[in-house]
């Protein structure tokens, strides 16, 4: 995607800079559109000589989706009320145009900036800017294609990402308005991880690699457990332990399955598999 950094672009001053400025950042956003399936044409801008009038409109903007009109009325602040406290909002808004037209790593890094030049506004201490952030992370999550393999089969470094960045915003942002946000995108990204953790342990199981089903299955369930697969992990994990003939172990989690989803299908194979095992060794 072809793509141009607005927070980087420099902020003159004067008719002439800000008119060029405004062209660039329409260029810019424009492009992006058009390149991610955006809309086509272009909201026509109408500037007014007050500050709160050009960001009032452009919050207009930003919720018809119209990024690069949005983007014009904020670079206009910007550059002709620089010292207004709707100049420091702009760029903020400025990211979330970015944002919006899927220009996702722009948008990390100007929401990184907002946050570095002004750590006590209310939208960088309320984790506003660190919850987008990690929807950015989240955003740019590969996806699945039918010409491609799955997503849970290929590197997820980016997932990783995302978990981690999600997982530090709910540890700094206790009181934040945006946790619950942070915790559906944490839970849908923890789904993603536990699908390629079960994607690795049936790849080993299938291929007779009794202690790599073992490994693999245990961090599932230590790291995600809850999104869907513990009664199906807890019922191999029993099965990859007797093959590496450790009954006990199996004993473990199949009792730990029969205990927590005692109406699943799997609990009555489990109760069944359990009776079979070796009577366990009597204590030392």
């Not at 807890?234 to 003939?245: D, F, M, N, Q, T």
Request: aromatic residues 12%; positive net charge.
């Amino acid at each position: 995607m072809f793509s141009i950094h607005l927070s980087r672009l420099p902020w003159p001053r004067g008719r002439g800079a800000a008119l060029a400025l405004t062209l660039a950042l329409g260029l810019a956003l424009a492009t992006s559109a058009t390149a991610c399936g955006g809309k086509g044409g272009v909201a026509s801008v109408d500037y007014s000589v007050s500050a709160q009038k050009n960001y009032e409109r452009g919050l207009k903007m930003l919720g018809d989706k119209e990024w690069v009109a949005a983007a014009k009325y904020f670079a206009f602040i910007k550059s002709r009320f620089p010292y207004s406290k709707y100049a420091v909002l702009a760029e903020l808004r400025l990211a979330d145009a970015e944002f919006g037209a899927e220009q996702y790593l722009e948008a990390v890094d100007s929401y990184k900036l907002f946050e570095k030049f002004h750590p006590t506004h209310e939208m960088v201490v309320n984790g506003y800017a660190s919850l987008r952030i990690a929807e950015a992370y989240f955003k740019m999550l590969p996806g699945d294609l039918w010409i491609l393999p799955p997503s849970y089969e290929k590197d997820q470094t980016s997932v990783e990402e995302a978990a981690q960045q999600l997982r530090s915003f709910l540890t700094r942002y206790k009181a934040s308005p945006f946790r619950k946000k942070a915790e559906e995108l944490l839970a849908r990204v923890g789904k993603r991880l536990a699908e390629h953790e079960w994607y690795v342990a049936r790849y080993y199981w299938d291929r007779g690699k009794w202690m790599g089903t073992v490994l693999r299955l245990r961090r599932l369930l230590d790291r995600h457990p809850g999104v869907g697969y513990d009664v199906d992990a807890l019922w191999l994990l029993g099965r990859a332990y007797v093959k590496v003939e450790m009954p006990e172990r199996a004993r473990e989690a199949w009792t730990e399955l029969v205990t927590k989803h005692p109406t699943t299908g799997k609990a009555a194979e489990a109760r069944d598999a359990i009776a079979r095992l070796p009577a366990a060794a009597p204590p030392k």
